[in-house]
């Protein structure tokens, strides 16, 4: 589906829910992590980010090399944690993919996803039509539903400030 | 499997009599025997077995850690018993990573995800636990293996603390050693422990790729391996164990092999490669030895278990 089709179908979907809202949260997150062939490391890794606050189930899958984190029912998995913890199971992050669901905001000119209650909200990254759509969101007190790719790797000392999420799914 | 006892015995026998049959014999190879296993949940299968053990019966004790369970089987994989469930109860297991039998035959089982060893009659009733997460003496934070001294100690390997600790045989802690490093002595993430005929430790240093020697106080006696694919090279060395002629068996968990060297660390020889064929490993993770000389390994990622033959003459 080309950007402009998926615009104006995410409009038309997006009309009739004007105004009401949800609560925000991160849903689901997919760490892809190096050296997971190893049990003793890959267990390991299972026991740490299961200790994470939110997080409901951890899914390793070996072959593929990722962790699939899912979140309380109600609750958002704290991105902050995840990167410290990947590092002290003594692994490097490879790419982190974020479910997240949340209103949209505008922030110095960006387009923003309030994501969950700890300040951890997302810059979001996309074609130059989906922002078009994203800035009339803003205004909208609408729930969306994000999937994205966080940036590789995350800065130092990062609480506080917004995560950049490129956007691959959209949903509202 | 630890066989120290039978060792020990046989290196006081040596000491005085030539004739008692512990004469050193040399190793000519090690032979395939048999295997059992099948991916799944049912009653004798496996998933993800990742720990073997053998009682004084030469009972097979499986720690399934994808089924979250201990399976029990005879010498040649018929199935006995199983017990445990996912969880943190009393009695249920989450991520039993490795397990032992020590001399009254209570089973052993290391908990990763629950940061405890909790211990069962044969039959899998459960009798006591012991340990909570944390970084103090007698706390864990993914406890790995389990072995036992001539004094019916437990010893347990604590992955992310770097360290040996040592309990009595109900649980109390009595002594620990190993800090974080590369250096002779340190450890980073030890996966199992042995204990030789002397009653030293043997530490499987996994991600050190080496194998460290120590005295039961915990000090370093000899350090042996470094990472590679060559023989007396490591990747991974994450199990241990030792034949009744004290040598010593490393389970290369990357290089999908089990390499045999004497009691000085020097390579003695090697088997298996990576494949799915009768004496093949997909990443084997332990080994157990029983005292007539048959092996066992888990390997792991064959959801099987393999018996093997040692070959002497």
Known sequence: ?172 | MKIHRFAFTCLLATSFLTTSGCEPRTLTSIEFVSQWGTMGSAPGELKEPIGVALDTEGRVYVADAGNSRIQKFTADGRFLAQWGTQGSSTGELDRPIHLAVNSKGLVHVPEYGNDRVQVFDENGVFQFSWGTKGKDQGEFDAPGAVDFDGNDHTLVTDFYNHRIQVFDENGNAISQFGTKGHDPGQLHYPTDVAVDGNGNFIVADAYNHRIQRFDPTGKFLQVWGRQGKKQGEFEVANAVALDAAQRVYVVDFDNHRVQVFDDSGKFALEFGSKGNAAGQFNHPTDIAIDSDGTIYIADWGNNRIQKFRIAER
């Open chain 1, 1 to 172: 589906m080309n950007t402009r089709r998926l615009l104006v179908v995410i409009t038309i979907i997006l009309a009739p829910w004007l105004g009401s809202q949800t609560i925000a949260q991160v849903e689901q997150v997919d760490l892809g992590v190096d050296g997971l062939a190893c049990p003793f490391c890959s267990y390991g890794l299972e026991k740490k980010l299961n200790e994470i606050k939110g997080v409901d189930e951890v899914s390793i899958y070996i072959d593929k090399g990722i962790a699939s984190i899912k979140g309380n029912k109600g609750e958002s998995i704290d991105v902050d944690q995840l990167d410290p913890v990947v590092k002290d199971a003594g692994f490097t992050t490879r790419e982190i993919s974020v479910v997240a669901v949340g209103k949209i905001t505008m922030s110095e000119g960006r387009p923003v996803l309030l994501a969950n209650d700890n300040n951890t909200n997302f810059i979001l990254k996309s074609n130059e039509a989906l922002e078009k759509l994203l800035n009339q969101l803003a205004g909208a007190e609408r729930s969306v539903r994000v999937v994205g790719t966080l940036m590789n790797e995350m800065p130092q000392n990062h609480k506080g400030h917004p995560y950049t999420l490129t956007i691959r799914e959209f949903t509202l």
